[in-house]
Structures are given as structure tokens and as C-alpha cells.
């Protein structure tokens, strides 16, 4: 199975499953990343010259493409992938799903000023939890949720190791 990060922008979700990966020798999949190297052009520039809803429909594409892939993975999905219903579901049914939860304030330092998030204009504690809002109903659905607050990213990931192993998803280290 795979295990697949969720969570707000900010959170942590690339750094947090690159680091399970090397822990646990499981090749990591940013769809982030696979989307901008399929477009060959940032998120960004995709929102800018496409729109958003195509942004969205190259985003279900690909993450679907990733959660249906038989090679085990460790998946980071961007922020919004889990307000697609068919991608909620696929990763609900396919994978340990893993919510990185953070506070505002600290989604709001690790943003900065240098943003590359489309969605996130002024970077205000308004803005943020208003996207927030919509999808906390969906981020709780995940499996497990790993407070992130004052844990580093070590610390986050070997959360998650150790909840997986104490949690009754089998032995997904030997899937
Ligand atoms: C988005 C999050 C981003 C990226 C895009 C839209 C969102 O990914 O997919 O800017 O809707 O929350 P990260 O969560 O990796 O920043």
C-alpha cells in the first residue's frame, strides 16, 4: 500500500516524504512536481496561462495515475487534490492516508513572502484558514493525523512510522 501525505500548503508534506522515504527505502512521488515536469512550467504559470479547473483536471490525472501504479510509494499530494472526489476516494481506498495537521501562524511562516502558491495571495491568517475551512472535513477523513506543531521534520516522520507499525493496516513496511 501506499502511503500518501495530506494536508494544507506549507505543512511540510514534500520534506516530510522525501524523509520517509529515505527511512523506509520507499520511492516518493511529489505530484506537485510531476505535474509541473509533465507541463513542463510551474504551478504557477499552469494557473496563469490554463486556468485553474485545468490545473485540477491535470492534477486528478496524474495523482490518480500515481495511487494506481503498483510499485509501493510514499505520495505527496498538493493541498487541494482531497476536495476532488475521486481522488478522496482512490486515496481513502489505496493507500494509508497520513493528515499533517499545522496552525495558521506556523502555515503562514513556512509559506513566506516568496510564494510559488497560486492560491495564496496575501498570506494572511484570513486567507488561510478560509481555504482551510472547506477542507478540514476532508483532510479528517485521512487514517491517521500527525500533529505537526513544534516537531521537526524528523520527528513528524517517525510519528507517522510508528503509528503505522502500532495501527491495523497489516505489514505494509513488506507489501
Ligand atoms: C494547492 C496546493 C499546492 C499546489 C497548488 C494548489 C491547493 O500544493 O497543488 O498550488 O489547492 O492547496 P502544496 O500543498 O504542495 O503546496
Not at 90 to 98: A, E, G, H, W
Not at 125 to 150: F, N, P, S, T, W
Not at 163 to 169: A, Q, V
Amino acid at each position: 500500500m501506499h502511503i500518501v501525505l495530506v494536508g494544507m500548503m506549507g505543512v511540510g508534506k514534500s520534506t516530510i516524504g522525501k524523509e520517509l522515504s529515505k527511512s523506509l527505502d520507499i520511492p516518493f512521488l511529489d505530484i506537485d512536481d510531476l505535474i509541473e515536469k509533465s507541463e513542463s512550467k510551474t504551478i504557477s504559470k499552469i494557473f496563469e496561462q490554463s486556468g485553474e479547473s485545468y490545473f485540477r483536471k491535470r492534477e486528478m490525472e496524474i495523482t490518480l495515475k500515481a495511487l494506481m501504479q503498483e510499485n509501493k510509494a510514499i505520495i505527496s499530494t498538493g493541498g487541494g487534490a482531497i476536495m476532488n472526489k475521486v481522488i478522496r476516494n482512490n486515496i481513502l481506498n489505496r493507500s494509508i492516508s497520513v493528515w499533517l495537521k499545522l496552525d495558521t501562524s506556523s502555515i503562514m511562516s513556512r509559506i513566506g513572502k516568496n510564494n510559488k502558491r497560486p492560491l495564496i495571495l496575501q498570506n494572511t491568517k484570513v486567507e488561510i484558514e478560509k481555504i482551510l475551512e472547506d477542507r478540514l472535513i476532508y483532510y479528517a477523513m485521512a487514517q491517521i493525523h500527525i500533529e505537526c506543531k513544534g516537531k521537526n521534520i524528523k520527528n513528524c516522520a517517525n510519528q507517522i512510522i510508528k503509528e503505522i507499525g502500532t495501527g491495523s493496516y497489516g505489514n505494509v513496511f513488506q507489501i
